[in-house]
């Protein structure tokens, strides 16, 4: 059973370019989340999808954009990276709505913006 | 606005024994929920344990226990008997409960806890 699962895990861009962080998760969860997590700090959430074709903006959106694709898969796109988008990305699901169900976290992108 | 706040910026312990890292939050809610994550040098976060603030008892999972205190806002977790693999950044975190599923997860600035074999 793998849980959550991100690609990839390691990516280096130069600003301006665009990329998409994948994510999938086979614990037929219905709820997806897209957090950053910067040097020294805690995960701060950009996006989440409450259910299979929902789509919501958390605490830091701007610059990006999300696509459910299905239940199983929730993309992060950055159109044109800035050298602010530097940081780590976790994908998270959860059975229902966090805070009330447990959340599960992949291992992290490392993404860093030049 | 929500803040949590560790202090500790470090810790070590001694394999087997106990350690107590520190956690004040601040926020004007009643209801929240209250958590402290573990982050091994893998990356990936982890729930450790989950504190509802309705609940008076405090949370235990295995060696993990918390001291919730809610009238002074502190939230402490006490690992017994420490073991090797322990040894991770912890934060604590704070939710609310008034907007729903994107309330903001706020975290404080994380622990490094080391166990010394």
């Known amino acids: 059973n793998a849980g959550v699962t991100q690609t990839p895990k390691f990516q280096v861009l130069k600003t301006g370019q665009s990329m998409t962080l994948q994510c999938a998760q086979d614990m037929n969860h219905n709820s997806m989340y897209w957090y950053r997590q910067d040097p020294g700090m805690g995960l701060r959430l950009i996006y989440y999808?409450?259910?299979?074709?929902?789509?919501d903006k958390g605490e830091v959106p701007n610059g990006y954009n999300v696509s459910r694709l299905n239940k199983r898969e929730f993309s992060l796109r950055l159109e044109s990276a800035a050298p602010s988008q530097t940081s780590v990305y976790f994908c998270a699901s959860s059975f229902g709505n966090f805070p009330n169900e447990k959340l599960f976290f992949g291992s992290g992108t490392q993404l860093s913006v030049l | 606005a929500q803040t949590v706040t560790q202090s500790q910026p470090e810790m070590s312990v001694q394999e087997a024994e106990t350690v107590t890292l520190s956690c004040t939050y601040d926020t004007s809610e009643n209801n929240y929920y209250l958590f402290w994550y573990k982050q091994p040098p893998s990356r990936q976060m982890i729930l450790v344990i989950r504190q509802e603030a309705y609940k008076q008892q405090n949370a235990t999972e295995n060696r993990f226990s918390v001291n919730f205190q809610k009238a002074a806002k502190s939230f402490s977790l006490k690992i017994s008997d420490s073991q090797l693999g322990d040894t991770a950044m912890y934060f604590c975190a704070f939710m609310g409960t008034e907007t729903g599923a994107n309330s903001k997860l706020t975290f404080g600035k994380g622990i490094t806890l080391s166990v010394r074999p």
């Open positions: 999808s409450a259910s299979e074709g929902t789509t």
